[in-house]
């Protein structure tokens, strides 16, 4: 059974950091494409940060260049997100994805992130 658990979310102020995990189970995370999403309030889920299946290529939305690191432990089948410089736009809830194949997709519970003084 496949199943995605995120945590790390919660309360920063602006220029602070955080970082989200995204425990796996069910699969071998190594094998598959791997993302993070993120859903503000009234806008769309958009892709944050993501690898490729088997690690072939890595991505990020412009907005997030520079600040966020995307990154994998596959001895503990988890990816990570790492946030850094975080501004009150980044508010959102973080999904984690795993796409097995063009038709099996999953989707963490998400983690809340509120970027605010």
């Known amino acids: 059974q496949v199943q995605l658990v995120a945590s790390g979310g919660g309360l920063v102020q602006p220029g602070g950091s955080l970082r989200l995990s995204c425990v796996a189970s069910g699969f071998t995370i190594s094998s598959y494409a791997m993302s993070w999403y993120r859903q503000a309030p009234g806008r769309e889920r958009e892709l944050v940060a993501g690898?490729?299946?088997?690690?072939?290529?890595?991505n990020y939305a412009d907005s997030v260049k520079g600040r966020f690191t995307f990154s994998r432990d596959d001895a503990k089948n988890t990816v990570y997100l790492q946030m850094n410089s975080l501004k009150p736009e980044d508010t959102a809830v973080y999904y984690c994805n795993a796409r097995l194949s063009l038709t099996r997709s999953y989707w963490g519970q998400g983690t809340q992130v509120t970027v605010s003084s």
């Open positions: 690898i490729s299946s088997l690690g072939g290529s890595m």
